[in-house]
Structure formats: C-alpha cells, structure tokens
C-alpha cells in the first residue's frame, strides 16, 4: 500500500505572551497549538460562542477555570466551557505548550471578552 504525504503550512502568530499555530479547523471546531513563555500569562477571558478543552503538552502550565487554580503537567486536561472564565499562565523559566480544541460556531479571535490583561488589551 502506498502512502501520500502532504505538506502542510502552519503559521506562527506571536502575542506579547507567546504565540499559537492553528493546525486546523473545520466548521464547529478549531484545533491550535499554543506556546506561553517563561513568566508570562494569557488575559483572563471568556468567550460567548465557543467552548475550549486544553490538553498540557510541554512544561508545567498553570490553568484558572472559573474559581479553580490547576497546576497541570503534561497528559493532563480541562474542559472549559462556553462563558466560563479562564487563563493559562506560565510560572517557570522553561517552556509551556498546549494542544487546545475549540468547539462552537463561531470561532473568531474576536470573541474574546478580556477581564484582565497584562498587555494593556481590551
């Protein structure tokens, strides 16, 4: 049996805290993989149309869901549902990366409701 192999492009979008490839995405879900830098952390947010589960790759990822801190190694995941409020931060001098999975229909960047952020966004 004879395989294909097919090529392809991921883009890399930096943030002030990192960056994020979006690997794929396809109507009703949006799969991107995320790299937070040493001391850095993602605003604490919402979304009103889409639900996220994160999966810890690489490092040692602390995760706020609603009133929960997690402190999460890789192998480790959360749901974090539509409206609830969430950060992923990293505490450490190495690397932190996760595989999120976004399901909802609408996707955007846009639909994030920033509550607090380090970066001056709103």
């Known amino acids: 049996m004879q395989t ?13 805290w990192g960056w994020y490839e979006t690997m794929f995405e396809a109507p009703g879900h949006k799969m991107k993989r995320i790299g937070v830098h040493p001391g850095q952390q993602l605003s604490l947010q919402l979304h009103h149309q889409r ?6 790759v690489v490092g040692t990822a602390i995760v706020t869901v609603g009133d ?3 402190e999460m190694t890789p192998g480790q995941h959360v749901d974090i549902a539509i409206g609830e409020v969430h950060r992923l931060a990293n505490k450490t001098t190495g690397p932190v990366e996760i595989m999120e999975v976004q399901f909802g229909d609408y996707l955007g ?12 966004r709103n």
């Open 4 to 16: 294909s192999t097919r090529t392809v492009s991921i883009e890399r979008t930096e943030r002030p």
């Open 109 to 120: 960047e846009d639909d994030i409701v920033r509550l607090q952020d380090d970066y001056g």
């Open 68 to 70: 929960k801190v997690l």
């Open 51 to 56: 639900a996220e589960h994160w999966v810890v």
